[in-house]
Every structure is written in structure tokens, then in C-alpha cells.
């Protein structure tokens, strides 16, 4: 099970990070394989729609993401993980999303499908200070379309409301233990029906 995993918080050891962390030792103590990039340890660029992706399906920005996209081909479940900022996932998250513009051009104008479509799953791991019962509506769409430009089916995720402090996940009744348990389940290679998520209430 090949697992890739991006932290997309600004805030090293911070809540993103230490559910994340949690997330990742579960998949460790299953003997599952994951690879965790920090999106803010480095340079990904927003699209620039420059329209260079409309002819070959291959971004032209010369920064990160050129190690990033074979990564994204290869995985097998890729998990984002971003706290709410302003009611969508960091801006950083964001950029590595519109970069998937490349992938979606393929799909869609291309023609051209990963060749395991269907086959690969996609998680989402999110929290935010406020507690309204929206808190996760847009950004699970967004989400839900990134993993859509990929070919991943976007499973759902764990959502926590009222963490703000650095650290505060820690004080949470059960966010890293589920965290820990949805690592293990994916590590295990269950099938994604038996993970221990919040399924996509997207329509
Ligand atoms: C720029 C900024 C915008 C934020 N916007 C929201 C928001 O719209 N809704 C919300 O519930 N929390 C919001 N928060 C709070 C963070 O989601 C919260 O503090 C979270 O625990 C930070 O996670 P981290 O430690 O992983 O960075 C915002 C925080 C910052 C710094």
C-alpha cells in the first residue's frame, strides 16, 4: 500500500501535523508504506494558466511539483491534510490543487485516464477553530474535484471542529486515536468500505 500524505499547515508540530503524524504511525505499525511532503518546506507555485498543460497534459512551472507528479501517479491512497483557512484548505494546499490542473487536462481533454482510475482512493484530514455544521462543506468539494483530476475515488476523512491553540488536538476526546486507527486500517489494506472515516456527504 503506497501511501502519500501532504501536510498542508504552515505550522510545523501544529494540529494538521501531530493528526497527520498520528495517521502515519498507524499505517507504520500495519507495515504499510507512506511518504509525507510539507507542502510549506517547499516551492509550489499556483497555476499560472499559461495553457502549456492544454497540448501535452505536463505542467511547465519549474518548481516542486516536478518531483511531486510522479509521486502523484504512483500512489496508491493520497491523503491531504490542511487546516481551514477562511473556509477552504491553506493557500499552499490550494496551489498543489490547482497544479492538478495538468492531470485534469489529461483526463478530460487528452483523453487519457490513469491507467489505474478506479483502483486508487483519496482521504482528507481537516480541523478548524469555529464549530458550525457547514465548517467542511466547500473545502470537502474541493477536495473531492483535486482527487477527481487524479482518478482518485475521494473516500471522506476526519473533520474536527473548536481546535484552535497549537497543540489543542492533543486535548481532543479522540481525534488522534481515530487518526491512528484510520492509518492502521489503510496500512492493513482493508478496503476502503471498512475505513473508519466520515463518508463524502457531497452529493
Ligand atoms: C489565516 C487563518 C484563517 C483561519 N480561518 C479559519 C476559518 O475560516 N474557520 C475556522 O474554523 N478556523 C479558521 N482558522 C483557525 C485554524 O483552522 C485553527 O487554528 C487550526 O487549529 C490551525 O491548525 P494548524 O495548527 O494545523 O495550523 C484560521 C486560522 C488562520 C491562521
Known amino acids: 500500500m503506497r501511501v502519500l500524505a501532504f501536510q498542508g499547515s504552515p505550522r510545523p508540530g501544529g494540529n494538521t501535523d501531530l493528526l497527520l503524524r498520528a495517521f502515519l504511525e498507524g499505517i507504520e505499525e500495519a507495515g504499510g508504506e507512506a511518504e509525507k511532503i510539507d507542502l510549506y518546506r517547499l516551492r509550489v507555485e499556483p497555476c499560472l494558466e499559461c495553457g502549456k498543460c492544454d497540448h501535452t497534459g505536463e505542467c511547465i512551472i519549474p518548481d ?53 482510475a478506479g483502483e486508487r482512493q483519496g482521504i482528507f484530514l481537516s480541523l478548524g477553530a469555529t464549530k ?61 468500505e471498512n475505513w473508519p472515516l466520515t463518508r463524502d456527504p457531497c452529493p
Open 64 to 116: 516542486d511539483m516536478r518531483d511531486i507528479y510522479p509521486k502523484l501517479d504512483q500512489a496508491q491512497v493520497i491523503v491531504v491534510a490542511s487546516p481551514i483557512f477562511f473556509y477552504n484548505v491553506t493557500s499552499r494546499t490550494q496551489a498543489l490543487i490547482e497544479r492538478s490542473q495538468a492531470c485534469w487536462i489529461r483526463k478530460y481533454v487528452l483523453k487519457k485516464p490513469h491507467p489505474r
Open 132 to 192: 458550525g455544521r457547514r465548517l467542511f462543506e466547500g473545502v470537502q468539494r474541493v477536495v473531492r474535484y483535486f482527487f477527481d483530476a487524479l482518478d482518485v475515488n475521494y473516500q471522506g476523512g476526519l473533520f474536527y471542529r473548536g481546535i484552535e491553540e497549537k497543540g489543542a488536538i492533543r486535548s481532543h476526546p479522540s481525534a488522534l486515536k481515530e487518526a491512528f486507527s484510520l492509518g492502521r486500517a489503510v496500512g492493513e489494506g482493508l478496503s476502503p
